[in-house]
């Protein structure tokens, strides 16, 4: 693991994961700079120069490497059959809310982050970042599909969790209620979208979506 290894035996992909929470930490009062990448840098004994080197990209990089770090840390915590015994609605609940635990203190560097990420020329990026995101919770919850259902799921799911950030990030009530709240309600319209989904397509082998779409507009008479 990386926490085991001395900084200068990194990679600058590893350094960039090692660095991006501790850069976060600082991004609520320095922002997504290159003053709080010198900071940290300097307190983890990395030459400043070597640290710039592994954000080429500036701030989204920075931002990009503490999902990396989130990323990685929900993978190693729900390896294995960690998640078996849930249904599929408790494993996206608990996979999502380890991400919200995992930013939980940090609101000021998300928001920062998110007005980032919002930047136009930023959108196409953040958008693949959000789809990797929600592709690793769906494989962490045993999710195998192939067909048009892996990217469905994935876009439904990358947009919860979008929403659910921008709640949590304002959220001021007690324990984060309102995200809570919100949270499932949003899950539970994804799993009622689901349901409906299989059933329209169930025994459908050959499913034409230019028909289908055909007869959303034309319905028959």
Known sequence: MVSDRAMEDLTLDELRIALAPQIADAAAFDGWSTAALEQVARSAGVDPAVARLAFPGGPMDMIAGWIASIDARMEREFAGDALANMKIREKIRTLVQFRLDAVAGKEEALRRALAIQAMPQNLSRSLRLGWNSADLMWRLAGDMATD?????????????????????????????????????????????????????????????????????????R
């Open 148 to 220: 048009y259902n892996h990217y469905t799921k994935r876009a439904t799911l990358g947009s919860l969790y979008a929403a659910t950030l921008a709640v949590f990030v304002t959220d001021e009530s007690e324990g984060k209620a309102e995200t809570s709240a919100f949270l499932d309600r949003r899950i539970e319209g994804v799993m009622k979208f689901e349901k409906a989904k299989a059933q329209l397509f169930t025994g459908r082998e050959h499913f034409d979506v230019a028909r289908f779409l055909g007869r959303l507009r034309y319905p028959a």
